[in-house]
Nanobody, 119 residues
Framework: QVQLVESGGGLVQPGGSLRLSCAAS????????MGWYRQAPGKQRELVAT???????SYVDSVKGRFTISRDNAKNTVHLQMNSLKPEDTGVYLC?????????????WGQGTQVTVSS
């Protein structure tokens, strides 16, 4: 059974930092492209950051220079370091793992962790 379990969310003041973690089980996460999405109230789910199996990273423009995605293959875990947080970063952050094969695509989601940036 595949599970992605996010942790590290919480309430933080503007300008603060949080580090999110996504622990994978049932898959070898280093083979997957991993991503962090966020879902804010009344808004569409947004792709925030991705890291490929080859460790190439990409970010949505609004978080470039503030967020860093990384992976720890030994622990089957992906992290999202979030610095200089802004109120508009508020939302539920969800971990995604995707592996595209020749005949199928494997796509898994975690339950999410709430991040609230407010004074």
């Amino acid at each position: 059974q595949v599970q992605l379990v996010e942790s590290g969310g919480g309430l933080v003041q503007p300008g603060g930092s949080l580090r999110l973690s996504c622990a994978a089980s049932g898959i070898t996460s280093r083979l997957y492209a991993m991503g962090w999405y966020r879902q804010a109230p009344g808004k569409q789910r947004e792709l925030v950051a991705t890291i490929t199996s080859g460790n190439s990273t990409s970010y949505v423009d609004s978080v470039k220079g503030r967020f860093t995605i990384s992976r720890d293959n030994a622990k089957n875990t992906v992290h999202l370091q979030m610095n200089s947080l802004k109120p508009e970063d508020t939302g539920v952050y969800l971990c995604n793992a995707i592996l595209r094969k020749t005949w199928e695509t494997l796509n898994y989601w975690g339950q999410g962790t709430q991040v609230t940036v407010s004074s």
